[in-house]
């Protein structure tokens, strides 16, 4: 049998459905996590029967009048695909609101079992609920229920209850009068009578010690939050912690070692070398093709892409507490006016938040947002914060040629905000898009401490699939780009003194070209950039097999190995300029394929799809060259090339004219439709 | 007057909601913010408001504010 889980946004459904079928679906502290319908099979634990129980939890929904695109989904399988049973989560704090959604799914003929949910919270503030009265006036099985990380409480009997129920009938309580709504106003008066309904049914089965509308706790949080002088430069403070604690301290001790009391634990990082060591030593009798092909390239390649795992992991850690606890809306809420500038809102903050540990969710949680441009814009620009991929290549640049790696990484998180905005911004201009009123409005869910165990959980998967990623589509580049810069066409090893005959190099070769006026003159460069489509970290896994380095890390207490940065500088032969616009060409052109995926299916429109590719593009680009060129007239002039740095300014102007004629095409267009409109 | 010119604290009744978006207009309604209803300002901001419906927090903007007449 079928059983539906639907409830208000935030009312706890995904942990419940979690609880239930041991799934692992991204939970977060405020309304609109899950965007999509997702089905599991409820474990045996929580019931007895030989029937299989599927479960499918949708996105949350206030009422059954379809308003974003979450809330169409939710109605849409409950009339259409008609479950067994309903499990109505509702949000035992606010029964007010949520038993409006209540009543209308009671309406639609499927048996309902009502869960009160986060019980726990009303026992702490003393709010009493009359279960047996409300079930009475309900006319369906009521419970209470706690399904938070710590405790699971009331879940069987829920289970147990929607099971019993199958194909009985429930009488609707309230019914709206007969037939459909003649008009709007009559829709909005059977809609109020219907509250009043529910207003009656709250004042006879809850009784509350707190007012609710009195200022609390959560208010005097939320005053200095989201307070107009203090509110940016906080969420400026826990970004830079988030950064700070994960690629300069706890990630980067976790990864080279640390010294306690005098002794010194060992690294990843150094465990990965002693490994490779191993196995080179082992091999010391194989043919020396294959010997080199497994240590150099798939070992090498891959230990430089897990190596960094401990900064990815400790970061997803913490953006996972910070999504537990509730500060993301405060967030939305303090950059709600700096995003309207640029014809954004407050909405799109928790994408580009949420995209810094990985732009597909980030890409996806844009669904929320209600107004189609503001939603493609935000799908476009997203990609731009650098995401957990990308850490290991700034923390591969910053360590070899800036000696210390936060200054270089803060500075990009900065870049990529900026480019939001600008491009927000640019995006208004090309769409010819006119200031029309749009309003913001977010819920504030209660603050919580957040739960140590999911964010361990969360970090664990992710950086599960982290190791999964190199073990399978960067092992693979890997051995794939080995192979190629070992054989020539003609399928004869390489000689030593002509690595320029091999495959790879044939190969990037026309696309390092287009390099040059960003300072990179080298094949391997190109080739490593190329294979950053297929999944970010791979451009570090193929410059550590092109230039046969693993150990890439480096901090200054290890200073990689003796002196080993200036050797991976050296290696590399790159000027500081060009190495940064090199890191930053990697960080602002498109993403990788699983985020243009997700940046399609957002989208829904070719145009805008390409549009945001092209814009990518032109926008890394111009970064790369801006840097490059800017930053080598004030290091050292004398080694600008002129002709390169002529081609490439062309083709900034190229990227420049094509952007202003798609503008002044769309703009006349606008004025056309708004001239016609106005006739 | 509408509702950015409430007093802090103080319960008021919503008179009348006027958002020109009838989505809009609904889906204040299915959050319990509809004409007859009543809502309280918590905190005033530069830019926006939260506002306390039913038993829930919302953060609003001023366009929405001015839009609720009260």
């Known amino acids: ?679 | 007057m509408d509702l950015t010119k409430a007093i802090e604290g103080k319960e008021y009744i919503v008179k009348d909601i006027d958002t020109g978006d009838s989505e809009m207009d609904s889906f204040l309604f299915s959050l319990g913010c509809y004409s007859g209803a009543p809502i309280r300002v918590i905190t005033k901001r530069r830019s926006g408001f939260t506002v306390a419906i039913k038993d829930a927090r919302y953060s609003i903007d001023v366009h929405l504010a001015r839009a609720i007449r009260i």
């Open chain 1, 1 to 679: 049998m079928r059983i539906a889980f639907a409830g208000n946004p935030n009312s706890g459904k995904t942990t419940m459905f979690n609880a239930l079928t041991g799934s692992n679906e991204k939970v977060g502290n405020w309304a609109g996590v899950t965007v999509d319908k997702k089905t599991g099979i409820i474990k045996k634990k929580f019931y007895s029967g030989g029937e299989t129980l599927f479960a499918v939890d949708l996105p949350g929904a206030y009422s059954m009048s379809p308003f974003t695109a979450e809330e169409s989904v939710t109605s849409t399988y409950i009339k259409k695909e008609a479950p067994d049973v309903i499990i109505n989560i509702v949000d035992a704090t606010n029964i007010a609101r949520s038993l409006f959604f209540t009543t209308q799914l009671l309406e639609l003929g499927v048996p309902v079992v009502v869960a009160l949910n986060k019980s726990d919270i009303n026992k702490k503030k003393e709010t009493r609920i009359d279960t047996v009265a409300l079930s009475g006036l309900l006319g369906c099985p009521v419970y209470t229920t706690v399904s938070s990380s710590a405790k699971l409480e009331g879940l069987k009997e829920v289970v147990g209850a929607a099971v019993a129920l199958k194909g009985k009938e429930q009488k609707a309580p309230y019914t709206a009068e007969d037939g459909a709504p003649a008009d709007l106003e009559a829709a909005k008066a059977a809609d109020r009578k219907r509250f009043d309904f529910v207003n009656s049914i709250v004042e006879k089965v809850e009784t509350r010690r707190q007012s609710s509308g009195e200022k609390n706790i959560h208010d005097k949080i939320d005053a200095v939050l989201t307070n107009k002088w203090a509110g940016i430069p906080i969420f400026a403070v826990v970004m830079f912690l988030v950064f700070q604690i994960s690629q300069a301290w706890l990630g980067a001790w976790i990864a080279e070692g640390v010294e306690i009391g005098g002794r010194e634990i060992p690294g990843l990082v150094t465990l990965i070398d002693a490994f490779k060591e191993w196995v080179a030593g082992s091999l010391s009798h194989a043919n020396v093709f294959w010997a080199a092909l497994l240590t150099e390239g798939i070992i090498g390649g891959v230990s430089a892409v897990v190596g960094f795992l401990p900064l990815v992991m400790v970061m997803y850690f913490l953006i996972a507490l910070l999504e537990d606890c509730g500060y993301m809306a405060r967030v939305s809420v303090v950059l709600d006016p700096i995003f309207k500038k640029v014809g954004l809102s407050g909405k799109s903050v928790i994408p580009f938040v949420v995209g810094t540990g990985c732009a597909v969710p980030g890409v996806m949680a844009c669904r929320t947002i209600r107004s189609d441009r503001e939603r493609r814009a935000t799908a476009m620009l997203a990609p731009f914060m650098p995401c957990g991929a990308k850490l290991p290549i700034i923390g591969l640049f910053a360590g070899a040629f800036f000696g210390e790696a936060s200054w270089v990484g803060t500075l990009m998180y900065f870049v990529g905000i900026l480019i939001i905005l600008l491009g927000a911004l640019l995006v208004n201009k090309i769409t010819g898009f006119k200031n029309k009123k749009s309003f913001f409005i977010i819920e504030l869910p209660e603050y919580k401490v957040p739960s140590l165990w999911r964010a361990i959980k969360s970090m664990c998967q992710r950086g599960w699939s982290y190791v999964v990623k190199a073990g399978t589509v960067i092992l693979l580049c890997n051995a794939v780009v080995y192979v190629m810069q070992s054989f020539t066409w003609g399928l004869k090893l390489v000689a030593e003194d002509a690595p320029e005959t091999s495959i790879l190099a044939t190969v990037a070769g026309p696309i390092a070209i287009l390099l040059i006026p960003i300072g990179v003159r080298a094949w391997e460069m190109a080739a490593a950039a190329v294979t950053g489509f297929i999944a970010k970290e791979n451009v570090v896994g193929t410059l550590a097999v092109c230039y046969g380095i693993s150990n890439l890390i480096n901090t200054e207490e290890l200073a990689m190995v003796e002196g080993a940065d200036s050797a991976v500088a050296a290696a590399f032969g790159l000027t500081k300029a060009a190495a940064l616009a090199y890191l930053m060409f990697n960080l602002f052109t498109p993403p990788c394929f699983a985020a243009i995926g997700a940046m399609n299916s957002e989208m829904k429109s070719a145009k805008w799809f390409w549009g945001g590719i092209g814009l990518q593009l032109a926008v890394g680009y111009t970064v790369a060259y801006a840097v490059y060129t800017v930053g080598t007239l004030i290091t050292d002039p004398a080694s600008l090339a002129l002709l390169p740095a002529i081609l490439g300014f062309a083709a900034v102007l190229g990227f420049a004219g094509v952007i202003v004629a798609i503008g002044v095409h769309n703009n006349k267009k606008a004025k056309e439709e708004l001239a016609k409109k106005a006739l």
